[in-house]
């Protein structure tokens, strides 16, 4: 991806498009325009896009205090956890994308910022963990938020990446947005100039083709592998018609039966809005 200068309002607004794209696609099992679900409304998500867009974008902060400020205020607009994980991986791409000078691509400004990351990048992330208190956090044997944090915000997260396909992310630069998730909507945009069917093609491909980390900690990996293989039958459905309105109907209904079985691949869909972050930037 080539480097692009960016002011802290332009990121600002990257961030906050990306979120609405997400919401505006239609996601099975997450909160999107054609349904609410979890006890939560897409006015949260909304919400929680103005709430956290100009702090997580400001100047001059570290990654750390980018991640505490958004849930800090995220929390305090809406009350919930409505977007912690999408924060955790937007805010090392925004902080590299105000820190990419001209002679450096976006991948290796992104990979300098997670190298240098601090213990107290750490300590700022993990208090807004235990603020937003996500389902299924748990404790871990190695470098549990639940106590301050001695490793820098990388190593916590390297200790975290065969649980967390978040902290993978930190752990491999981010490779499943910039090669997969790129590609996947770059694709998809070509085909149907349509933002909502890419979005939509970009969630399905990350649930479909991994074990999403928030079922995962939840309710384990058979039910994880199950919602998975449900996920590729529709997506190969998807991807191999051209108008994605003959399979809304398939989609709703697997939304319906995601949602009544408690079911929710946030993962994925933190992924999807951190990829149209990405995008966005180019």
Request: charged residues 15%.
């Amino acid at each position: 991806m080539q480097a692009k200068q960016h002011t802290s309002a332009q990121l600002a607004a990257a961030y906050k498009n990306a979120c609405m794209a997400e919401l505006q696609a239609l996601k099975p099992g997450n909160v999107h325009a054609f349904a609410d679900g979890h006890g939560m409304t897409i006015y949260d998500f909304i919400n929680s896009a103005d709430a956290s867009a100009g702090l997580i974008a400001q100047a001059d902060l570290t990654v750390g205090e980018r991640i505490f400020n958004a849930v800090e205020a995220t929390q305090k607009a809406v009350g919930m956890n409505t977007n912690l994980g999408l924060v955790l991986l937007c805010a090392p791409i925004i902080h590299a994308a105000l820190n990419c000078g001209e002679a450096l691509i976006f991948q290796q400004s992104l990979s300098n910022t997670l190298k240098q990351l601090t213990v107290n990048d750490a300590l700022l992330a993990a208090q807004a963990i235990l603020l937003a208190n996500p389902a299924g956090l748990g404790s871990a044997g190695e470098n549990d938020v639940n106590h301050k944090p001695t490793v820098t915000l990388l190593e916590m997260m390297q200790s975290a990446q065969s649980r967390d396909r978040i902290a993978w992310q930190y752990s491999h630069d981010f490779s499943d947005i910039l090669d997969f998730g790129l590609s996947r909507y770059a694709e998809s945009m070509s085909r149907w100039e349509n933002q909502a069917w890419a979005t939509t093609a970009l969630y399905l491909g990350f649930v479909g083709n991994q074990l999403d980390s928030h079922i995962v900690r939840k309710y384990g990996e058979a039910l994880a592998e199950l919602v998975m293989a449900e996920a590729k039958a529709l997506e190969i459905q998807y991807l191999a018609i051209d108008n994605p309105k003959l399979i809304q109907k398939k989609l709703l209904e697997w939304d319906a039966s995601l949602k009544s079985r408690n079911i929710n691949p946030g993962t994925s869909a933190d992924l999807t809005v951190a990829t149209l972050l990405a995008s966005f930037l180019q």
